[in-house]
């Protein structure tokens, strides 16, 4: 392994991780990884998700613990077990949704994590070093505050306060931003250049270019696991920069893209300037502008966690646009239920099959009847029609090639599975419009050739796809049209051999890359 | 424990999972009698003794036995009335509420109509009971649906306002001539008729009738099944196009109308009045009937046959054994607490 | 309605809501660490029947108390090992000590039904010594009376001013985070569990030992649902249910004044006014914070993964 590249400083790391490796079942998070963290510096941890940023500091946190790899704290071998004991350490760490209680005021959710708390409260000594630390870094904010009247910014204030008053040194912060408005994320950028010039170390996970650009004074890059390179600031452009963050990979799917796609089509599933309501820390959507048409496959590129989840939801019902209307077939169906969206025709793979579309303790087969019960009723809903259930079932599973045990509880199936147990159920609807999220995650390179096999035919058959994905292979060789989602909003529009994976990347990340076509 | 479980399930038989669960369920209450037999030997009382006469009162003799379904049949209907909103996560624990203010209502289509022929008064009294126990469990529903309180804590506080009503309804408006404390007795045609002699009333037709459609209803039909999908996972329920709200708010006032019927069943079939504090708990004993039963029907049955064994007892040990009725009420939390307490050996209801 | 008759009613509502107070605070412990003991009726039975017959067997009053203090804590150590260690559901464990109290509380009770003890002394109350017999007779009282304010201080002082009482809060709203500042969430809500017992079981004391003096089957007459529905109105805060101690136990006391000044109110209506005022107060209170009810109460904790 070649060193890293070293601030300019005469003591060694405070931190060195060594070799980490962690396993999770199906997915290899950590490959070895080496990465240290000096004093006085803003090391940035960038990479898309499923990089294995979070788990790398998970594992430091003492939330995990690594299966292979040595952790040294001022050289010294460390073993650390919990949070706590990380806290012990002087190690701290803000989580993407924080760990705070609203029904308590801000000092007494600081007073939670003091680590030498007197068996009796002292309000007054709280929070007067409370205003103390809060002023010297301008973090600003009323100890005696409900934390459930702040607003997001200030929260993420207490939790860093949190950290602080807590004794860390070292302070993780898991994509900070997220939920930020921009004069915000510039009030944080200033408390953290503060904090490092007061020796501080500080660890930015992120997968925002500008901000690493902005702040880091060490990148490391990670991807898919593995370390894919660490630069210091002084040479990291944002070039190279997503060069290590995506790596070009061949197609192994050729696709015949169908051509003649008339605009003058009705458009599926039409989006006009539509708004989601905010609600905590999930992203809003702003101001989408989306068309899917009969016989196209519309991609939507994006790192998770910038508005996928909401938009799918969105286009099936179980969101409301708060502004803007949506159209599904041509008609107005702004407020219509999720039942009428799916008799309309309608088919929905969501991110997450077993929290998001199925029973877990009915069966299989019963879990195929849930979405249609109407059409399967007979005697006016006094009995099932199994038989017809197993029928169409069996029917698209012999068609995708794919294969399940029907009788057993959908618990008990593999996350391989459910996903093809939804596919079935929705394929065998014969929908006209099919949103799928992340429809190949989880299975093997045979079900996913199967998979993306029959969303191409649902489309040759006239179907429109609305295909969300962190797989830009998957996009590039299905998609017909592709879009990029970061923010809530949608930043780029292009057919996918008109761009490549690196200005996608940008986009992604939210830089901007040379060639930005907006439709 | 865990031995005796691997022994038995050595014996192909004891595996078939019916059998298991009634095995299952007789090795807990056996266990409840023998805490219990301790204590009436701390006592001072022969616990043997007792028993036998407990068993011989209440199973040894035709009528003993028909005062043990007598005093079943409330509990079938208030323990139906939890399970059914129990199948789509909600848990009904307003039903002593819901009880009082249905047998209200019956109340009044008894005082109200007292020259109806039976076969129209008494349908009618069944309804009102029904229209009563779900105006009482759409409140809380209701506030629960338009996310402003805990469905728990309001029917909790509504359960405790219901028996007041009762009073002021009765004292008000109601009261028999020389008796502030109950109503007139009720006409013929406002009574359940009963069998054989007993004091066994149509109520257990409504009861063991009402749980046989349940079960059918869950098992064979598309409401059932869009429940149980409810049940089992409301936000997946809810993205495969199950009207969610909608089902809650039904169910909730469905599990009421249930409770108010067996308040009508009590006053119309058992006491043919109405009085104050008629409910010896009935609504809580049907909560915990259901909880033992983990809101299976058969196991209902089961389980509030058990209960009505062990308080029939109840009274004959006041009277021959010189305890207090209340004490009985030992032996039924023994019971509830050892199967709350799921012993390993008892595993696989998972409620 | 003359100012003795006020007097009348506020002295009576001081004597029966002490025991109700108590209880009440006892209970706010509890769902302060997110349990919710539907059991209290019990829980007051058999710490009442405990304490009264030790009294009556030791002819010591003070005797008497303690055993009930300590009868309620163990009580609620049952609730606390169906809910905590064999995560049963709260609702049923606690309708089951109810039963459980029912029973045993008859069996411990059943004979003294009718004895005699020796209360509590009562003391007048300091600076009313100078008013006419027929005043100070109304405000004579036991020394439980007098403690039963401080214990209210004590006891928001416990929750808010003391390392241990942030802690039970914490986890009351959110396990998971008081697990994550190296809280052990199961031992507080045991502690906590314990220590409202204790003044549950204080609440059956007084009302046994100085004030009705006697020992009859039921007794309690519904008083541990009534402080569950207390906790509620006094939004889960130690202070306000002083306030509100006084009021669900001063409408017995008021409707009698009503009938006397010829104004005719249903007693049971009247009865029924601190529910629906609970009732109001949490949907008015609804919109903001979640109707203030800590945030995992009822719920079981899983434990970490």
């Not at chain 1, 806290?87 to 029904?103: E, K, N, T």
């Not at chain 1, 196209?296 to 099936?316: H, M, P, T, Y």
């Not at chain 3, 569990?193 to 009302?207: D, E, N, R, T, Y």
Request: net charge positive; aromatic share 10%; proline share 4%.
């Amino acid at each position: 392994m070649p060193s890293q590249p070293a601030p300019q400083t005469n003591s060694g790391p405070i931190v060195s991780m060594r070799g980490i490796t962690k396993a999770f079942p199906g997915v290899l998070a950590n490959d070895a990884l080496d990465f240290d963290i000096y004093a006085s510096e803003i090391h940035a941890l960038l990479g898309e998700n499923g990089a294995g940023k979070s788990t790398l500091m998970k594992i430091l946190y003492g939330f995990y613990r690594c299966d292979y790899g040595v952790i040294k704290l001022n050289g010294q071998p460390v073993a650390i077990q919990t949070p706590h004991a990380a806290r012990l350490h002087q190690i701290g760490m803000v989580f993407q949704d924080f760990s705070l209680i609203p029904a308590l005021s801000v000092a007494e959710n600081i007073a939670l994590f003091l680590p030498h708390l007197p068996a009796v409260l002292n309000v007054k000594k709280i929070d007067r070093r409370i205003l103390e630390v809060s002023q010297h870094y301008d973090l600003q904010v009323n100890p005696r505050a409900l934390v459930s009247q702040l607003s997001i910014g200030e929260q993420q204030k207490v939790e860093i306060l949190k950290l602080l008053l807590a004794e860390a040194r070292l302070l993780i912060l898991d994509e900070p931003t997220r939920v930020l408005a921009p004069h915000e994320v510039e009030a944080l950028f200033k408390v953290l250049d503060s904090l490092r010039r007061d020796g501080y170390a500080i660890v930015l996970i992120t997968h925002k270019m500008k901000e690493v650009l902005e702040c880091a004074d060490r990148i490391t890059v990670l991807r898919a696991g593995r370390l894919a390179g660490t630069i210091l600031r002084s040479e990291a452009r944002e070039d190279n920069l997503v060069a290590l963050m995506f790596e070009k990979k061949l197609s192994v799917l050729q696709v015949d893209r169908k051509r003649d796609i008339s605009e003058s089509d009705v458009p599926l599933l039409e989006l006009r300037a539509a708004w989601t309501r905010p609600a905590g820390l999930t992203p809003v959507l702003k101001d989408i502008l989306l068309k899917v048409h009969p016989g196209e496959i519309v991609g939507v590129a994006g790192v998770s966690g910038n508005g996928q989840k909401e938009l799918g939801d969105l286009a099936l019902g179980m969101l409301k646009c708060v502004r803007g209307r949506k159209f599904l077939f041509g008609m107005d169906s702004t407020n219509r239920s999720i039942q009428q969206v799916r008799r309309s025709g309608v088919g929905f793979i969501p991110e997450n099959p077993l929290s998001m579309a199925i029973a877990p303790f009915m069966t299989v087969l019963q879990n195929m009847a849930l979405t249609r019960t109407w059409r399967y009723a007979r005697a006016g809903g006094l009995r099932m029609d199994w038989k017809a259930v197993k029928d169409d079932a069996e029917r698209t599973m012999q068609a995708l090639e794919f294969s399940f045990p029907l009788y057993v509880p959908a618990r008990s199936l593999s996350g391989g599975n459910l996903q093809r147990m939804v596919i079935v159920r929705e394929m065998s609807q014969e929908p006209r419009l099919i949103i799928a999220s992340y429809l190949t995650r989880g299975l093997d390179v045979q079900s996913t050739i199967a998979a993306r096999q029959a969303l191409v035919q649902a489309r040759d058959n006239g179907a429109g796809i609305l295909l969300i994905s962190e797989d830009l292979e998957e996009l590039f060789t299905l998609s017909d049209r592709l879009i990029v989602l970061f923010g809530g909003s949608i930043v780029g529009s292009f057919a996918p051999e008109d761009t490549n994976v690196y200005e996608v990347g940008h986009l992604m990340t939210g830089s901007e890359g040379q060639h930005v076509k907006n439709r | 424990m865990s031995k005796i479980a691997e022994v038995i399930t050595r014996f192909p038989v004891f595996r078939k999972k019916a059998l298991q669960t009634v095995v299952h369920y007789l090795l807990m209450i056996l266990f409840a009698f023998l805490m219990f037999g301790l204590i009436l030997f701390i006592a001072g009382k022969d616990p043997l003794q007792s028993y036998k006469d407990i068993f011989t009162s209440t199973l040894g003799s035709a009528y003993g036995f028909s005062e043990v379904i007598v005093a079943m049949i409330p509990m079938l209907i208030t323990a139906l009335a939890v399970a059914l909103p129990f199948r789509v996560g909600l848990i009904n624990i307003g039903g002593e509420g819901q009880l009082y203010i249905g047998a209200a209502f019956a109340t009044f289509g008894a005082l109200t109509f007292p020259n109806l022929p039976a076969w129209l008064l008494l349908p009618l009294m069944a309804l009102l009971g029904m229209v009563g126990g779900a105006l009482w469990a759409f409140i809380p529903g209701y506030l629960k649906s338009i996310g402003l309180v805990n469905e728990t804590i309001t029917s909790l506080l509504l359960n405790s306002v219901a028996p007041k009503i009762i009073g002021f309804l009765i004292l008000g408006f109601w009261h028999a001539p020389r008796d502030t404390i109950r109503t007139p007795n009720f006409g013929t045609s406002a009574l359940l008729p009963t069998f054989f002699g007993t004091r066994i009333h149509l109520g257990l037709v409504f009861g063991l009738g009402l749980l046989i459609v349940f079960w059918l209803v869950m098992k064979y039909t598309r409401w059932g099944l869009e429940m149980r999908a409810i049940g089992s996972n409301p936000q997946a329920a809810k993205r495969n196009g199950i009207p969610l709200s909608r089902y809650l708010v039904i169910i909730m006032c469905a599990g009421g109308a249930i409770a108010g019927l067996a308040g009508m069943v009590q006053v119309s079939g058992f006491y043919g009045t109405l009085f104050l504090n008629f409910s010896i708990s009935l609504g809580f004993m049907g909560f915990m009937i259901c909880w033992l039963a983990g809101g299976d029907p058969l196991g209902i049955v089961l389980m509030a046959f058990v209960v009505s064994v062990i308080y029939s007892g109840g009274n004959l040990l006041q009277l021959t054994r010189d305890l207090p009725f209340a004490v009985i009420n030992i032996l039924l939390a023994f019971t509830l607490f050892i199967v709350l307490a799921r012993p390993a050996f008892f595993k696989g209801r998972k409620s | 309605m003359t100012l003795l008759s006020i007097l009348g009613v506020l002295s009576s509502a001081i004597f029966s809501g002490t025991s109700l107070l108590f209880t009440t605070l006892g209970e706010v412990i509890d769902e302060r660490a997110g349990i919710v003991n539907l059991g209290l009726e019990g829980v007051l039975l058999v710490s009442a029947s405990s304490g009264f017959a030790v009294t009556y067997l030791s002819g010591n009053p003070y005797l008497g108390i303690l055993v009930s203090i300590l009868a309620g804590g163990l009580m609620n150590m049952i609730l606390g090992y169906l809910v905590i260690t064999r995560k049963a559901n709260q609702l049923a464990s606690g309708l089951a000590l109810m039963f459980f109290g029912f029973g045993l509380s008859a069996l411990i009770g059943k004979p003294f039904v009718g004895e005699k003890i020796h209360s509590l002394t009562r003391y007048v109350l300091p600076g009313t010594a100078g008013l006419p017999l027929l005043y100070t007779s109304l405000f004579k009282f036991d020394i439980l009376i007098y403690l039963v304010i401080p214990a209210a201080i004590l006891v928001w002082w416990l929750l808010y001013r003391t390392r241990w009482g942030l802690g039970v809060r914490a986890v009351g709203e959110n396990a998971d985070t008081a697990f994550a500042s190296g809280r052990n969430p199961h031992l507080i809500r045991y502690q906590a569990l314990f220590a409202g017992g204790m003044l549950v079981g204080l609440g059956a004391a007084h009302l046994t030992i100085a004030f009705t003096m006697n020992w009859t089957e039921y007794m309690t007459a519904g008083r541990g649902f009534i402080a569950v529905a207390l906790v509620i109105f006094s939004k889960w805060h130690p202070l306000r249910a002083i306030a509100g101690a006084l009021v669900f136990s001063g409408a017995v006391a008021f409707q009698l004044l009503l009938q006397s000044s010829g104004v005719q109110v249903s007693p049971f209506l009247l009865d029924t006014l601190p529910y629906i005022l609970t009732l109001v107060v949490l949907i008015a209170w609804g919109g903001n914070r979640k109707h203030s009810a800590p945030g995992s109460l009822g719920r079981v904790y899983q434990g970490s993964e």
